[in-house]
């Protein structure tokens, strides 16, 4: 069984910051890609951020120069640092890990439950 468990969302002002965490436990071989994504009221869910396993980033247009992705292997963890935070960011947060269980298993996405982050004043 594998589980992300995210944490450090919360309410903040615009302007501020905030760090969140997703750490993926379990039977797990191998983590590919790992990435952040939003979902407001009414929207579509987003991607916000991807990290590879080699560290190569991307990034939506939105939070170019404000977010930065970061992944600890060592400790199945990716980060999301949020700067200069704006009201248009309130959003549940998910984080996605494309993972395998075994060696000769295939990949498959699986999903934290998601973090609450509030801007506003």
């Known amino acids: 069984q594998v589980q992300l468990v995210e944490s450090g969302g919360g309410l903040v002002q615009p302007g501020g910051s905030l760090t969140l965490s997703c750490t993926a436990s379990?039977?797990?071989?191998?983590?590919?890609?790992m990435g952040w994504y939003r979902q407001a009221p009414g929207k579509e869910r987003e991607l916000v951020a991807g990290?590879?396993?080699?560290?190569?980033?991307n990034y939506a247009d939105s939070v170019k120069g404000r977010f930065t992705i970061s992944r600890d292997n060592a400790k199945n963890t990716v980060y999301l640092q949020m700067n200069s935070l704006k009201p248009d960011d309130t959003a549940v947060y998910y984080c996605k890990a494309r993972l395998k269980l075994s060696r000769w298993g295939y990949e498959s996405d699986y999903w934290g439950q998601g973090t609450q982050v509030t801007v506003s004043s």
């Open positions: 990290i590879s396993s080699s560290s190569n980033t």
């Open positions: 379990g039977t797990i071989f191998s983590i590919n890609g």
